[in-house]
């Protein structure tokens, strides 16, 4: 086996075992307790209990605690409830939940560049999550280009510039304090000229509570939709996982203005506990394309639902019971 090869076969283990520290995190996480409990011998009313509150405590919310609770005592109610079973039951339960939105983002055909309008509220990872996705179409084969759409933070043009130069592309901008949707225009024109496969559209960081500026999206939407009617191709919310349950809102008020169509979860590495990913995958549904753990340019992987419980329960890969 040639050296190259090797390293391709070692990746999703490098992968999952990062993950696996990543989402231990610095503090506690489900999995400290939960693994823990989860290896008691005896399964109880106040273990469930217990259960219960280290669900909720790892981010997962209230109402998705809930029902993977009540899944959890009707699967016991099946089986003879070891603490092996009570382990693969929940993980179950969790893949039902994580399986509808582990779709990764599929590049479509177009006449025009693939538009990723990068949106969220400041400092969340968008521009950080450009640079990694840059990286990541590249090594796929896709021409890229970027449009620093943040043309209101001092400094934002020249971060995406940086991450431009170390992956050789194009940026296309214009002085700070120019029109966004200006600049995402040109930037369309000239990917189109160009024949790059894929625009990846920075905007500014703001509060879903902004109104002004999340109005300043939807018209950067509009404006996209008018030089190609399927543009942007997929409107990706990039959510920091350590905001906990207030991602979620995020979540949805980006949605209800801009209708998401794919989202990144950052700094899964960081304080984030990693429930908060099975509470916005079980309230939006939206699909969860990509995760961060951590900033640098090979920092993110595509988010695959399975390898995540597993990670977060603390269940080895080669090591399933089905
Ligand atoms: N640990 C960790 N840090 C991350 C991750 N993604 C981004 N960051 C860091 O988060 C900080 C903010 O990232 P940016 O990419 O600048 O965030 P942004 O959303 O573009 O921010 P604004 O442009 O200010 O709205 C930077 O210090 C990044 O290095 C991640 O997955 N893990
Ligand atoms: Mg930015």
Known sequence: MTEEHNDIENKPRNFF?????????????????????????????????????????????????????????EKRKKNSGTTEELRYSIRDIMLSILKPVSIPLTIKNSSGPFVILMIGINGAGKTTSIGKLSRYFQDQHYSVMLAAGDTFRAAAIEQLQVWGKR?????????????????????????????????????????????GLMDELIKIKKILKKQTFEAPHEVMLVLDASLGQNAL??????????????????????????????????KLKIPIRFIGIGEKIEDMQSFDGHDYINALLNIPQNHENN
């Open 17 to 73: 075992s990062r993950l696996t520290s990543a989402l231990k995190g610095k503090k506690d996480v489900v999995k400290n307790n939960l693994v823990n409990l989860l290896k008691t011998n005896k399964i109880n009313e106040t273990t469930l209990e217990e259960i219960e509150s280290e669900l909720i405590m790892a981010d997962i919310g209230v109402l998705t605690t809930e029902k993977i609770i009540n899944l959890l005592k």
């Open 167 to 211: 992956n050789e592309i194009e940026v296309i901008s214009q002085e700070t304090g120019a029109d966004p949707g200006a600049v995402i225009f040109d930037a369309h024109a000239s990917a189109k000229a160009k024949n790059i496969n894929i625009l990846l559209a920075d905007t500014a960081g703001r509060l879903h509570t902004q109104t």
């Open 249 to 282: 809102i995020q979540a949805e008020k980006f949605n209800e203005a801009l209708g998401v169509t794919g989202l990144i979860i950052t700094k899964l590495d960081g304080s984030a506990k990693g429930g908060i990913v099975l509470s916005i995958a079980d």
